[in-house]
């Protein structure tokens, strides 16, 4: 199957999958999620985006973003209140004239549609939560941490995924060989790789214990251990080429990875991600989006392993093989790119359950940075009051339709890959 | 089928020991450190005791919690760190007994400055005066910041008091100081090649992961970081509980999910299929904690219906045992009502693809074409053919048993297993919360094997092939 080909099996693909009108309709949504979270600063802000006060003209919403990349002084022009508060000759506001985290003392748990206290001028479209901050104005700025999230920890997901799941399938058990000086080579390079990484971390990180450099220094730390990794793997290769090893032992990569998959799933998922999360005294996102990847890889790892195992015995390897291509490069060029459909479900159903996992523990109150607004958070605050319907009911449709929208693309493709076959 | 299972085992037992040394190496990742607590809690109304009582104190509290021993059978550290490390009961000290060797180079001034240091505060602490106030602040920050620069302004403040007349506080000063000098010393001689150079040690059976597994297979948990109350007592009570609500909710989600998901399978297509399948992809996105906390909102609370209790067990006041059913299953509705649809929407999924995917076979059209009752054909032929994934889902009712539950269990604050972890997490008692982990991974990995093993009471075949189904 040559590349010009595929790419016109997956352009119909793709037309088939938006044929259906809910997959449509999905695609749109998750589109107009996407303008929220790139956008949502212009849709939701407590700033006007345009302003005429006294005679001068401002750009609040701009000057802050100004402010943010460096190539402004001015945080944003100092009036000395709040935006709300102000008289101007002209000025146009966001769609939502508040953020996520604007707290309106006066107007605390509004139900939606009702007058404001303070300035009827600035209603709250969808009601308040707890200080007053604003329901619509919270589910802009969580459709941003939600798909974050998602997307990044099913991306580096899908690339654990594609790696384990791709050598297993494709190599199987007898097929992936090395000379027994690799082998012992990897194992000792692994161990001094973990032993250096350790080492500089340990050393570095007495000088500064602010949590930005504690993480660029993990990250120094595991670059000196894949250095390390690198040079005695390197050693092992000169040595087998000094002494021309030829015989070789296979590696049953397919054994191996299946059982480290079961390892992995054997773990509950849930508990995991709450343990890891709430050992990090710091919170932050990140944390969160590798815990997730952590958990999700095994998933598409399985897939790509079904799928390869079928692929690989198929007649454009063995020509492939016959021409002389190395096993990685028709790995890599020929049998992972046909191999993309199951992947690209497997996307699709991770995106929505990774989107679940954090709202789930942000609901929960553990991980997610405490000044972040996010679905899972907002519908906490229902629980405080029972009263406010409108808590419970917004944030809750929001995740039900991300991860209803995401489930439906997937369900979409798969049903088609299978009439493909 | 006898090697087999055998090999199944086996298989078992490797992977436990694997998931058990990750979920080990986490454990001691955790913040806090029990030796300190228990220190800090035990110390309350005590009389003043000398260093050295204080010293024998916390190396016996490490000793009950095998914390004075290394870590695993194996350590790799620089040829520099003696083997001395655990002599120091605290897990901080030890850090920067450590991180002190690496940047210095010498072993005897980091024990020593680490030592008087201890001294030091027990010291002032027990004799308070106006002038130690600057000394017990820096030694409070020196604590959380270890580098030469904290230790040196450490040392300025030390050298200007004047002791007087305490002449032990006096020794340990001049002590002191000379250890830093040493100290600085050895940092200005610069990075010593040393520490590239690893050495292996074997320390035997004497270590924590040795004890810890030990004792976790003879069934003995210890005691809860946070309470200090058995941890298997807080785990037997709080399973009760978690069992109940999952078994209830997975054997309604069979019984309503099977005849569903086969009939829908059986009419592939029909109206009647799509609306099942699009029903149960909507429950599938439902976010249980929201429609928990949805039922709460509309059916447990004054300001709309108030049908249901809103949380807990009830007050138990009732000793009789019918009464005190009715009441408990009368506060279960909800929870099990939210455990049960999310199940309820997976099942009839599996159910509805394994029963698709055997009704096109051809041996069902051969049963149908020989005359055999739809009936007999679906229940029979079709279904017990696709009872595959059916097996792999009957194995997740094992693990959950203890985390099958978790939000459920918070939001209607009922006192289970799901929670018991959560609250663990909260105070950081890591002893219970990885106890919790081990079982339910112990659990997870037993519902693998019982399935494997119920694979081939289906299709024989599995256990004739060569490498059994595992590999390719």
């Not at chain 2, 099942?276 to 609370?301: D, G, K, N, R």
Request: proline residues 3%; hydrophobic residues 50%; positive net charge.
């Amino acid at each position: 199957m040559g590349s010009e080909n595929r790419h016109q099996a997956e352009r119909t693909l793709w037309q088939a999958v938006l044929h259906s009108s809910a997959a449509k309709g999905s695609a749109w949504f998750i589109g107009l999620l996407l303008f929220f979270s790139i956008f949502g600063d212009f849709i939701a802000n407590d700033k006007p985006l345009y302003a005429k006060v006294e005679g001068k003209t401002y750009y609040p919403i701009f000057n802050s973003y100004a402010h943010a990349l460096g190539l402004s002084d001015i945080k944003h022009p100092d009036l000395g209140s709040d935006w709300h508060d102000l008289t101007f000759d002209k000025s146009l506001w966001p769609i939502i004239p508040f953020s996520g985290s604007t707290l309106d003392l006066q107007n605390t748990y509004k139900s939606p549609f009702t007058a404001t206290k303070k300035n009827n001028r600035f209603r709250h479209l969808l009601g308040t939560g707890v200080l007053g901050k604003d329901v619509a104005a919270g589910i802009i700025e969580g459709t941003r941490i939600a798909l974050v999230v998602g997307l990044i920890a099913i991306f580096f997901a899908a690339l654990i995924g594609l790696w384990v799941g791709a050598i297993a399938g494709y190599f199987g058990d007898h097929y992936f060989r090395l000379s027994w000086i690799k082998i012992v080579g990897l194992i000792i390079g692994l161990m001094m790789s973990i032993y250096y990484a350790h080492l500089s971390f340990q050393i570095w990180s007495v000088e500064d214990q602010s949590i930005f450099m504690q993480g660029f220094l993990f990250f120094s730390s595991i670059a000196v251990g894949l250095l390390a990794a690198v040079f005695i793997f390197g050693l092992s290769h000169l040595l087998e080429r000094i002494f021309r090893i030829k015989s070789s032992i296979a590696v049953p990569m397919d054994i191996l990875l299946m059982r480290l998959i079961e390892i992995v799933n054997s773990i509950p998922a849930l508990l995991i991600l709450l343990v890891v999360a709430g050992m990090f005294e710091q919170r932050s996102i990140w944390i969160v989006i590798f815990i997730i990847a952590f958990i999700k890889w095994t998933g598409i790892a399985k897939f790509v392993r079904a799928e390869l195992l079928r692929i690989r015995s198929l007649d454009f390897i063995q020509s492939a093989r016959a021409t002389g291509l190395s096993e990685w490069s028709i790995l890599w060029r020929h049998a992972v790119p046909n191999a993309m459909t199951p992947v690209l479900i497997t996307i699709a159903f991770g995106v929505a359950s990774a989107i679940l996992l954090e709202a789930t523990i942000s609901f929960l109150g553990i991980g997610i940075d405490q000044e972040v607004m996010s679905w899972g958070k907002m519908l906490a605050q229902a629980r405080d009051k029972s009263s406010a319907w409108w808590l419970a009911i917004f944030p809750g449709m929001m995740i039900f339709a991300c991860v209803m929208a995401f489930n439906i693309i997937g369900d979409r493709i798969r049903q088609l890959s299978r009439l493909h076959e | 089928m006898f090697r087999y299972i055998l090999l199944r085992l086996g298989y078992f037992v490797v992977t436990f020991i694997v998931v058990s040394l990750a979920l080990f190496a986490l454990s001691r990742m955790a913040p806090g450190d029990p030796v300190d607590k228990y220190m800090a809690e035990d110390a309350e109304g005590m009389p003043y005791e000398s260093y050295a009582n204080y010293q024998a104190r916390k190396q016996k509290i490490a000793q009950s919690l095998y914390l004075d021993s290394p870590p695993f059978y194996l350590s790799i550290t620089p040829r520099v760190v003696p083997r001395n490390v655990y002599s120091f009961a605290s897990r901080a000290a030890r850090k920067w007994y450590k991180q002190l060797i690496y940047i210095t180079n010498r072993p005897a001034d980091a024990k020593g400055l680490i030592d008087n240091l201890g001294r030091i505060e027990l010291l002032i602490s027990q004799k308070p005066k106006a002038e130690y106030v600057n000394l017990k602040n820096e030694l409070a920050r020196i604590k959380n910041v270890h580098n030469m620069e904290q230790i040196h302004r450490f040392a300025n403040i030390l050298g200007i008091i004047e002791f007087e007349k305490d002449k032990q506080l006096t020794a340990i000063q001049t002590s002191t100081l000379q250890h830093i000098n040493n100290l600085s010393a050895g940092k200005a001689q610069g990075f010593h090649f040393g520490l590239l150079l690893p050495k292996i040690m074997w320390h035997g059976k004497d270590n924590q992961y040795h004890h810890w597994i030990k004792n976790f297979v003879k069934g003995d948990f210890g005691l809860s970081d946070f309470d200090r109350r058995p941890v298997k007592t807080r785990i037997w009570s709080a399973l009760k509980w978690t069992m109940i609500i999952n078994i209830v909710s997975i054997c309604l989600a069979y019984l309503i999910s099977i005849p569903l998901g086969v009939h829908s399978a059986y009419k592939a297509g029909s109206r009647f299929d799509k609306n099942v399948s699009w029903i149960s992809m909507m429950l599938y996105a439902l976010p249980s904690f929201w429609v928990a906390t949805m039922m709460i909102t509309f059916f447990a609370s004054s300001e709309w219906l108030h049908l249901f209790p809103s949380g807990g067990l009830g007050q138990g006041s009732t000793n009789a045992f019918l009464s005190r059913m009715v009441e408990v299953a009368y506060h279960l509705v909800l929870p099990i009502f939210c455990v049960t649809y999310l199940a309820l929407a997976f099942i009839i999924r599996q159910v509805r693809g394994a029963m698709h995917n055997t009704l096109e076979k051809d041996f069902i059209k051969t049963a149908k074409a020989k005359g055999l009752l739809d009936k007999q054909v679906l229940w029979k032929h079709g279904f017990k053919n696709s009872l595959f994934p059916l097996i792999t889902l009957f194995s997740n009712i094992l693990p959950a048993t203890i985390a099958g539950s978790v939000v459920i269990e918070i939001i209607f604050s009922i006192p289970g297993m799901g929670r018991l972890a959560f609250n663990g997490i909260l105070q950081q008692d890591w002893n219970l919360v990885f106890t919790i982990m081990m079982l339910a991974t112990l659990l997870t990995l037993m519902g693998t094997l019982l399935a494997d093993v119920l694979y081939t009471k289906v299709d024989p075949r599995i256990s004739l092939t060569k490498n059994y189904g595992l590999g390719e």
